[in-house]
């Protein structure tokens, strides 16, 4: 990547990592479906100008039916996961369980869209799942009040996004990222609109909580999908997927400074296994073949 493009990777994954700040902030007194309709119908009104052409709007219109699948399943069942997640669960621990993505991309490519899979593929699952464990093993507590749920719904959120990481580049990688990050961010702030409104908070909500919902619409999503839509236009996909590893890095660090969460040698040993493993099983630490002469 270019220097700029690296700046770019790197901002992305601090704005990413922030998102997880802004929801364990925001989302207590939000709540987790309220939270969401505020992302979405700010991110929503920030991108629809980008829509405003004849040829964007038709397109739109064309696949408005497969743009409300993707916001459904890549925006408004995982961000809501994630947002009821945070109330309970710390940030950077959340970030860990959630960059496990690539590992249900991988296989939910295999079983249901056609995408092969290596057999060094099969260890990078299996090292990646281990982190987790390790990561998670004194927490899956199911009994009233315990975290194995919110556990549970990083792990829900994340099923989602390999859902919709296949689904769109099966059926949508012919759109310009405009539509898709638009189109899909307006599809979900419409199937929010009733949900968020009858279970918007009774209390009112502080400044605090406004500002970092307002600023996890603004920063993590609009500018986010603007950088990381930008960055595969320009460095390509594989080099912008790296941002998968940066981003947990990022929300450890910020959960450390700006919440004061530990980091335990547990979460250091899981953080370490699990970016091993989903490495492995994106193939961007791969076996060297021997020549054959």
Known sequence: MSPADTLRLLLLSSLWGLSFIFMRVASPEFGPVPLVLVRMGVGAALLVPLLLSVHYLRLVREHAGRLLVLG??????????????????????????????????ALLGALFFATPIQRQQYLGLAMALFGVYVLSADRLDFALGGDGWFILAVL??????????????????HLPVRVLAAGSTTMSA??????????????????????NGLALAVLSTTLAFLLYFGLIASAGATATSTVTFLVPVSALVWGYLLLGERLSLQILAGMAITLAGTAIATRMIRRRRRRVA
């Open 72 to 105: 459904l399943i890549n925006h408004v069942l995982p961000f809501s996961l994630l947002a009821l997640a945070t109330t309970r669960l710390e940030a950077g621990f959340t970030s860990l369980i959630n960059a496990t993505t690539p590992i249900f991309t």
């Open 156 to 173: 829900g959120a994340t099923f989602c996004y390999g859902v919709a990481g296949n689904y769109s580049k099966t059926y949508l990688t």
């Open 190 to 211: 419409l199937i929010l609109l009733v949900p968020g409104l009858m279970l918007w908070p009774a209390e009112p909500i502080s400044g605090l909580a406004w500002a």
